[in-house]
């Protein structure tokens, strides 16, 4: 059994084999006599003390003995002066120019110094700065952000969510050698000179890089942050929503009627147009962030290249798209109702009834609309259906207008002309037929709108496909949303409308009157 001794390094009690003692006793008296004539001679050893330490402490768990072959390790990676001043040029007579060992900084969690998971003293370390001065700097962005409302994609809660990420990817540096790396000193006796010795002589110079350091690491998170963000809104709305179901809005391009014959390179050219913007941000931001060295094939480059190239697929497909829709033309006509009814009945028929979701329905005080998908994937659309009160004197007419789209007038015309809405009347009931579309027979640019000029007297119900009397507002949306304030200009609209045409009604009835009296 090997007899063992107590020792204390650097104020650290450690329990070392009688042959490891001897072994620490003469390097560490081979320290002193070398550094004995350096002016900060004891700092730099008790600095030695410290790693050596942190290395037994590494090597050599609470309650265990340190064995010679871990004095030996630990002596290895510390090294001999005599080595060192070999490698350096001798540091007692050229500690001016401070020779030492440069060791790449690498970004680590500093978990001996932390509040929460260490990012602001791992930033700090790799910044050289103070982590007083980052943690600060943390909190200005995080009020700054909540107060001001910056970058919208979350407020206060953007710094939040920048920490918890850095805190998942910086991993921790749990060794001796990875918190060397994160400070970006060596492990060896060549640290502490220069750490020592240099002193504050380039202090000034040293913040100023590490303050640029770190405004690199947080403007290459924020880049980080905004490219998923965006990557993620981007698929969310054009893989992950339904615009009916089963149908997610990039495949509205196939419910189209288009100027090309296949959509697929419309999709793939809008696709890549949106994505590799927020690709290359993503790109760059963990470049910027892990400083990867520059490849002979350059990424960035390449992703520019293709977005330049998507930009003029994008405006070429679309152009090309576009075209049997650049020009206009609408038709109408009108239907004699009958005089005498009180009570009009609206229906709204189909080949298949109306489903319970992904419905497009917008009802309110003087309008109807409803377009639904139905189990075959086949698009149904009904005529807009708008009433219009007027004078009791006046025709109760049924107005019908039809807009088409083509490549030119004259076919947009015959195309409103050939398109007249679908309509049955039978002595107080109004049936109404829609459109069908699907992905042969493609929506080309057509609209209907139907209006009935009735009396305020006269009460209409629609029946089908749900009861409504134009008394309240009915909104039933597939993804679309209608806002507060569209809903509010809607209602005052249609409020000032219904006035005016109150008092047009009251202008036309003194003239009438007048003419009778001049008569």
């Not at 405004?215 to 965006?230: D, E, Q």
Request: contains cysteine.
């Amino acid at each position: 059994m090997k007899k063992v001794v107590k020792i204390s390094i650097g104020n650290l009690a450690f329990t070392v084999e009688e042959d490891g003692f001897l072994l620490i006793k003469g390097y560490l008296g081979e320290i002193q006599d070398h550094y004995q004539s350096n002016e900060n001679g004891r700092e730099i050893v008790e600095g030695i003390e410290e790693r050596m330490a942190e290395l037994f402490l590494e090597k050599a768990p609470a309650g265990s003995v340190v064995t010679i072959s871990i004095v030996k390790e630990v002596i290895a990676i510390l090294g001999r002066p005599s080595a060192i001043d070999q490698e350096q040029g001798d540091v007692r007579f050229a500690s001016s120019s401070y020779n030492y060992k440069r060791v790449p900084k690498k970004l680590y969690r500093n978990g001996q110094d932390k509040v929460l998971g260490g990012v602001c003293s791992g930033l700090a370390a790799y910044s050289s700065l103070d982590v007083a001065l980052v943690r600060i700097l943390f909190v200005i962005l995080l009020i700054g952000f909540s107060f001001f409302g910056l970058i919208h994609i979350g407020g206060g809660s953007f710094m939040i969510i920048a920490y918890i990420i850095m805190w998942i990817v910086i991993p921790q540096a749990r060794t001796v050698e990875q918190r060397c790396a994160m400070f970006g000193e060596p492990m060896d006796l060549s640290y502490i000179n220069q750490k020592i010795g240099k002193g504050a002589t380039n202090q000034s110079s040293g913040a100023l890089k590490g303050l640029g350091r770190l405004l690199s690491i947080v403007f290459s998170v924020l880049l980080i942050i905004i490219s998923v963000s965006g990557l993620a809104t981007l698929s969310f709305s054009l893989f992950g929503l339904e615009v009916f179901k089963g149908v997610i809005p990039i495949n509205m391009l196939d419910y189209l009627y288009l100027g090309v014959e296949n959509g697929l390179f419309l999709k793939i050219a809008i696709i890549s147009f949106l994505t590799l913007p927020f690709l290359g941000m993503l790109y760059g931001g963990i470049q910027l962030l892990f400083r990867f060295k520059t490849t002979r094939v350059r990424p960035g480059l390449i992703i520019l290249l293709l977005w330049i190239i998507s930009l003029f697929a994008v405006i070429f497909y679309t152009v090309k798209s576009t075209r049997p829709y650049w020009d206009s033309a609408e038709y109408s006509g009108q239907i004699t109702l009958n005089q005498e009814v009180d009570t009009i009945y609206v229906r709204f028929i189909s080949k298949t009834p109306m489903p319970e979701e992904r419905v497009l329905l917008s009802a309110d005080y003087s309008d109807f609309f409803v377009s639904w998908m139905d189990n075959n994937r086949e698009l149904v659309v009904f005529p807009n259906l708008r009433i219009v009160r007027q004078s009791p004197k006046a025709e109760r007419v049924l107005k019908y207008r039809t807009y088409a789209h083509a490549n030119s007038y004259s076919s947009a015309l015959v195309k409103a002309q050939r398109a007249v809405p679908s309509i049955q009347i039978k002595d107080s009931v109004i049936t109404i037929s829609p459109k069908y579309y699907n992905r042969q027979q493609k929506w080309d640019g057509l609209s209907q709108e139907i209006s009935l000029n009735i009396p305020e007297s006269v009460i209409i119900i629609v029946e089908e496909p749900l009861q409504h009397s134009f008394n309240k507002v009915i909104r039933k949306e597939g993804i679309f949303r209608f806002h507060k304030w569209e809903r509010n200009f809607e209602r005052k609209f249609d409020n000032w409308e219904h006035r005016f045409e109150r008092k047009l009604d009251r202008f036309e009835d003194r003239i009438e009157r007048f003419e009778e009296r001049f008569d």
